[in-house]
């Protein structure tokens, strides 16, 4: 029976920190375990605590919503600390590898069905790491994440903060924490690396060390009811210790070539009719490129095309480049296709790509064998 009751007493304690701290996702966790496990010992209690479990978990403890806010500003210049987003919307698709996107809509699913985790005695995943070099669609990840949850994504870029408010960097953070926990969102906290890199810089190392601290801590702690999550282009620059913070991690990268094919289609089919067959030459002429720098080129060609008045198949034809990441065999591949789509004449195939028309005409010939029947 002592036991028992030391039982009892480490669950009341655990269950005030929770409380005191506002996690109001985790008390319910700890309430749902607490009704299973006294239920022998205490069956009225335990009753009691599966009707509150019944009640809606937000009507204890409303999360309020952004518009009742104001939005966090600082505190001398008055300047918002944050970028709200709402009602988000996309132009064109967004492009990954098929890695990423099962754990985005993993993320998706976990909130669609909050009780179905509680039951089994688990949180949907509160905190996740992206990474990967610029302009390969992590701040667009978390656009989309919110969308999908129909929650404002609030933004808050650590580079500026650090560098326009600096002194007051570690209230403003704390500021802004704060108000993020308090409604239901997305939290993107974009260039983590900021706070990394600026910790060589003499005289704020005591600061910034805090910082990173306070940081790491809401990272540890943040409710179950919202989502942090934290963009860096410079992965290498983070603590492994930062890194086992987030639940999740996801490691994005450039474009592989059937994701460039997938992304021109994206750009392009809205405006044009051959965006399918250029998506196979462009797939090979933007090897090494970034979704960013793809689109931006693609944007650029559309636009020359309306104030020139040529044809966008003219403007295409300019972006046709042999990438320095083309090895030997996808140059002549790029040769082939560039012949076999009728995009450029044979002359014009061998002069972008170097390839000689032999080689192109052989490649061509003894393709067809090579091909693996259809199943
Ligand atoms: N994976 C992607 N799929 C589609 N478009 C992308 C992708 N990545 C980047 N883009 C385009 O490039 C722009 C900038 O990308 P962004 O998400 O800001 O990159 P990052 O945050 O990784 O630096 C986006 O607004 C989008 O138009
Ligand atoms: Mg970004």
Known sequence: MADKFTQIAGDFVHLARLALTGRPQDVQLLVHRAAKRYRPMLPDMAESL????????????????????????????RLQLL???????????????PEIEGSLRQLVAE????????DAGLHPTRTILFTGPPGVG????????????????LILDL?????????RTGSNLRH????????????????????????????????????VTVLLQEVD??????????????????????????????????????????????????????????????GLAFKGSSHSDIERALTLARRSAVTTGQPLEDQLRGLLRVSDDLDRKERIRFAKELEASGVTSQREAQRITGVARETIRK??????KKRKAPA
Request: with cysteine.
């Open 50 to 77: 599966s009707a509150l479990l019944q009640e809606s978990p937000t009507r204890a403890s409303p999360l309020r919503r952004a518009s009742e806010v104001p939005l966090p500003v600082d505190s001398d210049s």
């Open 83 to 97: 970028r709200v987003e709402n009602h988000i919307s996309f132009d064109h698709e967004l492009v990954l590898t």
């Open 111 to 118: 909130r669609g069905d909050p009780k179905a985790l509680r």
């Open 138 to 153: 992590k701040t667009m990840a978390a656009r989309w994440l919110a969308r999908e949850l129909k929650r404002p994504l």
């Open 159 to 167: 580079a500026a903060v650090m560098s326009s408010f600096l002194g």
């Open 176 to 211: 802004v924490l704060d108000y993020a926990k308090s409604i239901e969102c997305v939290l993107l906290l974009d260039e983590l690396d900021a706070l990394a890199k600026r910790r060589d810089d003499r005289g704020e190392i005591g600061e910034l060390k805090r910082l």
């Open 221 to 282: 702690d943040w409710p179950a009811t919202g989502i942090l999550v934290a963009a860096t282009n410079h992965a290498e620059l983070l603590d492994p210790a930062v890194w086992r913070r987030f639940e999740m991690a996801l490691a994005f990268g450039l474009p592989d070539t059937p994701a460039i094919e997938g992304l021109v289609r994206s750009l392009l089919s809205p405006y044009y009719d051959d965006a399918e067959k250029w998506s196979k030459v462009l």
């Open 363 to 368: 490649a061509t010939t003894t393709q067809p």
